[in-house]
């Protein structure tokens, strides 16, 4: 149901040397390219995202604030913080057949040894090659790999 609050959980990892707030807008966009969040749907509430994550109310509200600067979300007094924007293409969403021919390729990269890490480096590179680099602002949140 659109409108109502979107089963969401924020993942932190703190020893992973990026900001709480940046990873929350990362997972945000993330969610927003495999078409998991859409317009109309509910952000969990900076209270909810504090109790989960134990995060410090300010970290959670920046992250939001971002989001709105960015055109992908707008917060409503009372009634919480919804999306409005999207990112990404149909080709994207999370069922399509794209996701299981990289599963089938992350799967022979385990099984070949390569770590998370080292996969994730590699696809990096392989994306840099063939997509021209975005042109940051100074307050621009980077991308998740």
């Given at each position: 149901?659109?409108?109502?609050?979107?089963?969401?959980?924020?993942?932190?990892?703190?020893?992973?040397?990026?900001?709480?707030?940046?990873?929350?807008?990362?997972?945000?966009?993330?969610?927003?390219?495999?078409?998991?969040?859409v317009p109309g749907d509910r952000l969990p509430t900076a209270r909810a995202?504090?109790?989960?994550?134990?995060?410090?109310?300010?970290?959670?509200?920046?992250?939001?604030?971002?989001?709105?600067?960015?055109?992908?979300?707008?917060?409503?007094?009372?009634?919480?913080?919804?999306?409005?924007?999207?990112?990404?293409?149909?080709?994207?969403?999370?069922?399509?057949?794209?996701?299981?021919?990289?599963?089938?390729?992350?799967?022979?990269?385990?099984?070949?040894?390569?770590?998370?890490?080292?996969?994730?480096?590699?696809?990096?590179?392989v994306l840099e090659d063939l997509y021209p680099p975005r042109k940051q602002?100074?307050?621009?949140?980077?991308?998740?790999?």
């Amino acid at each position: 149901m659109r409108g109502a609050a979107v089963a969401f959980a924020f993942r932190i990892d703190r020893g992973g040397g990026i900001p709480a707030y940046v990873q929350i807008v990362q997972q945000v966009q993330q969610a927003l390219r495999l078409g998991l969040l859409v317009p109309g749907d509910r952000l969990p509430t900076a209270r909810a995202v504090v109790e989960a994550t134990a995060l410090n109310p300010n970290t959670v509200l920046k992250a939001y604030r971002e989001l709105e600067s960015q055109g992908l979300v707008e917060t409503r007094r009372r009634h919480g913080t919804f999306v409005t924007g999207t990112l990404g293409a149909p080709a994207a969403a999370a069922d399509s057949p794209w996701r299981d021919e990289l599963a089938e390729v992350a799967t022979r990269a385990r099984e070949a040894g390569l770590e998370r890490d080292d996969l994730a480096a590699l696809f990096t590179d392989v994306l840099e090659d063939l997509y021209p680099p975005r042109k940051q602002t100074p307050d621009a949140v980077p991308h998740q790999p």
